[in-house]
Protein backbone atom coordinates (compact mmCIF):
# COMPACT_ATOMS: atom_id res chain seq x y z
CA UNK A 1 0.00 0.00 0.00
CA UNK A 2 2.42 2.48 0.46
CA UNK A 3 4.50 1.70 -2.75
CA UNK A 4 7.53 -0.67 -1.76
CA UNK A 5 7.09 -3.27 -4.13
CA UNK A 6 7.60 -1.42 -7.75
CA UNK A 7 7.26 -4.10 -9.54
CA UNK A 8 4.90 -7.02 -10.30
CA UNK A 9 6.96 -9.75 -9.27
CA UNK A 10 7.75 -7.84 -6.39
CA UNK A 11 3.98 -7.02 -5.23
CA UNK A 12 3.28 -10.84 -6.02
CA UNK A 13 5.99 -11.92 -3.79
CA UNK A 14 4.23 -9.73 -1.06
CA UNK A 15 1.20 -10.87 -1.70
CA UNK A 16 2.29 -14.01 -1.59
CA UNK A 17 3.66 -14.07 1.90
CA UNK A 18 0.39 -12.48 2.94
CA UNK A 19 -1.79 -15.09 1.59
CA UNK A 20 0.67 -17.91 3.46
CA UNK A 21 0.92 -15.99 7.04
CA UNK A 22 -3.18 -15.45 6.80
CA UNK A 23 -3.52 -19.26 6.02
CA UNK A 24 -0.74 -20.16 8.64
CA UNK A 25 -3.08 -17.81 10.96
CA UNK A 26 -6.58 -18.91 10.25
CA UNK A 27 -5.17 -22.76 10.94
CA UNK A 28 -3.75 -22.14 14.34
CA UNK A 29 -7.28 -20.43 15.16
CA UNK A 30 -8.75 -23.31 14.60
CA UNK A 31 -6.32 -25.51 16.19
CA UNK A 32 -6.78 -23.46 19.57
CA UNK A 33 -10.57 -23.35 19.35
CA UNK A 34 -10.30 -27.16 19.01
CA UNK A 35 -7.83 -27.54 21.18
CA UNK A 36 -10.20 -25.55 23.52
CA UNK A 37 -12.88 -28.19 23.08
CA UNK A 38 -10.88 -31.27 23.58
CA UNK A 39 -9.16 -29.83 27.26
CA UNK A 40 -12.69 -29.18 28.37
CA UNK A 41 -14.38 -32.37 26.79
CA UNK A 42 -16.69 -30.75 25.03
CA UNK A 43 -16.00 -32.25 21.81
CA UNK A 44 -18.68 -34.10 20.77
CA UNK A 45 -17.79 -38.20 19.70
CA UNK A 46 -19.72 -39.62 16.95
CA UNK A 47 -18.02 -43.60 17.21
CA UNK A 48 -19.45 -45.51 14.40
CA UNK A 49 -17.82 -49.21 13.18
CA UNK A 50 -15.67 -48.67 10.55
CA UNK A 51 -13.82 -51.32 8.22
CA UNK A 52 -10.47 -49.60 8.81
CA UNK A 53 -8.75 -50.89 5.37
CA UNK A 54 -11.65 -49.57 3.35
CA UNK A 55 -10.91 -46.34 5.09
CA UNK A 56 -7.43 -45.96 5.09
CA UNK A 57 -7.59 -46.48 1.52
CA UNK A 58 -9.90 -43.26 0.93
CA UNK A 59 -7.43 -41.30 3.08
CA UNK A 60 -4.54 -42.94 0.67
CA UNK A 61 -6.30 -41.70 -2.21
CA UNK A 62 -7.34 -38.44 -1.21
CA UNK A 63 -3.59 -37.58 -0.02
CA UNK A 64 -1.44 -39.12 -2.59
CA UNK A 65 -2.43 -36.30 -4.80
CA UNK A 66 -1.94 -33.37 -2.26
CA UNK A 67 1.15 -34.56 -1.51
CA UNK A 68 2.58 -35.13 -4.75
CA UNK A 69 2.46 -31.56 -5.72
CA UNK A 70 5.07 -31.13 -2.86
CA UNK A 71 7.19 -33.62 -4.88
CA UNK A 72 6.47 -36.21 -2.06
CA UNK A 73 5.86 -39.92 -2.63
CA UNK A 74 2.62 -41.49 -0.70
CA UNK A 75 2.75 -45.43 -0.05
CA UNK A 76 0.28 -47.19 1.83
CA UNK A 77 0.42 -51.31 2.56
CA UNK A 78 -2.39 -53.01 4.67
CA UNK A 79 -2.21 -56.76 6.86
CA UNK A 80 -5.49 -57.01 8.50
CA UNK A 81 -8.83 -58.72 8.26
CA UNK A 82 -11.70 -56.79 6.76
CA UNK A 83 -14.52 -57.99 8.70
CA UNK A 84 -12.48 -57.11 12.24
CA UNK A 85 -14.01 -53.31 11.71
CA UNK A 86 -13.33 -50.54 14.41
CA UNK A 87 -14.94 -47.92 16.40
CA UNK A 88 -14.16 -44.59 15.85
CA UNK A 89 -15.03 -41.16 14.97
CA UNK A 90 -14.66 -41.04 11.65
CA UNK A 91 -13.52 -37.24 11.30
CA UNK A 92 -11.41 -36.39 14.62
CA UNK A 93 -9.75 -40.09 13.12
CA UNK A 94 -9.18 -38.14 10.02
CA UNK A 95 -7.40 -35.11 11.94
CA UNK A 96 -5.30 -37.36 13.47
CA UNK A 97 -3.69 -39.03 10.44
CA UNK A 98 -3.44 -35.02 8.96
CA UNK A 99 -2.01 -33.69 11.65
CA UNK A 100 0.68 -36.50 11.51
CA UNK A 101 1.33 -36.32 7.84
CA UNK A 102 1.73 -32.66 7.91
CA UNK A 103 4.22 -33.07 10.66
CA UNK A 104 5.66 -35.45 8.21
CA UNK A 105 5.60 -32.42 5.74
CA UNK A 106 6.95 -29.82 8.05
CA UNK A 107 10.67 -32.57 8.25
CA UNK A 108 10.76 -34.57 4.75
CA UNK A 109 13.83 -35.57 3.25
CA UNK A 110 15.98 -33.81 1.19
CA UNK A 111 16.12 -36.66 -1.54
CA UNK A 112 12.60 -38.54 -2.60
CA UNK A 113 10.74 -37.80 0.19
CA UNK A 114 8.30 -40.73 1.17
CA UNK A 115 5.68 -41.15 3.41
CA UNK A 116 4.19 -45.02 3.97
CA UNK A 117 1.11 -45.56 5.89
CA UNK A 118 1.09 -49.20 7.02
CA UNK A 119 -1.92 -50.76 8.95
CA UNK A 120 -1.59 -53.90 10.70
CA UNK A 121 -3.95 -56.05 12.86
CA UNK A 122 -2.95 -56.48 16.55
CA UNK A 123 -5.22 -58.97 18.77
CA UNK A 124 -7.48 -56.13 19.81
CA UNK A 125 -6.46 -53.06 17.57
CA UNK A 126 -5.72 -51.92 14.96
CA UNK A 127 -1.94 -50.74 14.53
CA UNK A 128 -1.43 -47.57 11.98
CA UNK A 129 2.25 -46.68 11.25
CA UNK A 130 2.65 -43.30 9.63
CA UNK A 131 6.32 -43.29 8.48
CA UNK A 132 8.35 -40.74 7.00
CA UNK A 133 12.23 -40.87 5.57
CA UNK A 134 12.86 -37.23 7.21
CA UNK A 135 15.65 -35.73 9.05
CA UNK A 136 14.53 -37.95 12.10
CA UNK A 137 14.51 -36.35 15.79
CA UNK A 138 16.52 -37.04 18.78
CA UNK A 139 16.55 -39.38 21.31
CA UNK A 140 15.93 -36.47 23.54
CA UNK A 141 13.19 -34.34 21.79
CA UNK A 142 11.57 -37.47 21.33
CA UNK A 143 9.63 -37.92 24.95
CA UNK A 144 8.74 -34.55 23.91
CA UNK A 145 6.93 -34.73 20.87
CA UNK A 146 3.42 -35.02 21.99
CA UNK A 147 3.54 -31.89 24.34
CA UNK A 148 1.36 -28.65 23.84
CA UNK A 149 3.57 -26.40 21.44
CA UNK A 150 6.33 -28.34 21.36
CA UNK A 151 8.55 -28.26 18.17
CA UNK A 152 11.61 -30.57 17.81
CA UNK A 153 13.77 -28.59 16.02
CA UNK A 154 14.30 -25.34 16.91
CA UNK A 155 16.02 -24.05 14.52
CA UNK A 156 13.08 -24.61 11.91
CA UNK A 157 10.69 -23.23 14.18
CA UNK A 158 11.00 -19.36 13.01
CA UNK A 159 10.42 -20.74 9.10
CA UNK A 160 8.17 -23.70 9.56
CA UNK A 161 4.54 -23.46 9.37
CA UNK A 162 3.53 -25.74 12.13
CA UNK A 163 2.12 -24.64 15.48
CA UNK A 164 3.30 -26.94 17.77
CA UNK A 165 0.08 -28.84 18.41
CA UNK A 166 -0.26 -30.88 15.50
CA UNK A 167 0.39 -34.12 17.71
CA UNK A 168 -0.54 -32.61 20.81
CA UNK A 169 -3.84 -32.39 19.05
CA UNK A 170 -3.50 -36.05 17.89
CA UNK A 171 -2.59 -37.81 20.85
CA UNK A 172 -5.92 -35.70 22.73
CA UNK A 173 -7.91 -37.50 20.05
CA UNK A 174 -6.79 -41.13 20.09
CA UNK A 175 -6.75 -40.76 24.10
CA UNK A 176 -10.57 -40.18 23.82
CA UNK A 177 -10.53 -43.09 21.47
CA UNK A 178 -8.89 -45.08 24.51
CA UNK A 179 -6.03 -45.60 22.30
CA UNK A 180 -2.38 -44.86 22.23
CA UNK A 181 -0.06 -43.23 20.13
CA UNK A 182 3.90 -43.14 20.46
CA UNK A 183 6.63 -42.72 18.13
CA UNK A 184 10.03 -43.70 17.20
CA UNK A 185 12.65 -42.27 14.96
CA UNK A 186 16.45 -42.38 14.03
CA UNK A 187 18.73 -39.11 13.26
CA UNK A 188 18.91 -39.01 9.46
CA UNK A 189 16.89 -42.21 8.79
CA UNK A 190 13.16 -41.37 9.37
CA UNK A 191 10.19 -41.12 12.09
CA UNK A 192 7.07 -43.29 12.51
CA UNK A 193 4.09 -42.16 14.50
CA UNK A 194 2.43 -45.49 15.42
CA UNK A 195 -1.57 -45.20 16.88
CA UNK A 196 -3.77 -48.13 17.48
CA UNK A 197 -7.65 -48.17 17.38
CA UNK A 198 -9.75 -50.67 19.27
CA UNK A 199 -11.50 -53.48 17.41
CA UNK A 200 -15.70 -53.06 17.55
CA UNK A 201 -15.88 -56.39 19.92
CA UNK A 202 -13.45 -54.71 22.33
CA UNK A 203 -15.14 -51.01 22.27
CA UNK A 204 -18.44 -52.66 22.43
CA UNK A 205 -17.39 -54.30 25.61
CA UNK A 206 -15.89 -51.35 26.95
CA UNK A 207 -19.36 -49.24 26.86
CA UNK A 208 -21.07 -52.51 28.59
CA UNK A 209 -18.40 -52.09 32.04
CA UNK A 210 -18.85 -47.92 31.66
CA UNK A 211 -22.99 -48.85 31.97
Not at 63 to 72: A, N, P, R, T, V
Not at 82 to 96: C, L, N, T
Not at 183 to 210: C, D, H, V, W
Request: with cysteine.
Amino acid sequence: MDGIPTSKEKKDKYLKTIYQNTVNMESLINELFLLSELDLKELPLNFVPVDIKAYLTDCYEELKFYLSEKGITLKFFADYNEQEKVYVDREKAKRVILNVINNAVNHKANINPTITIRLTEKEETAQIEIHDNGQGISKNALDNIFERFYKADKARSINSSGSGLGLYIAKKIITSHEGRIWAKSQEGKGTSIYFTLKKNRNFSKMIKAEE
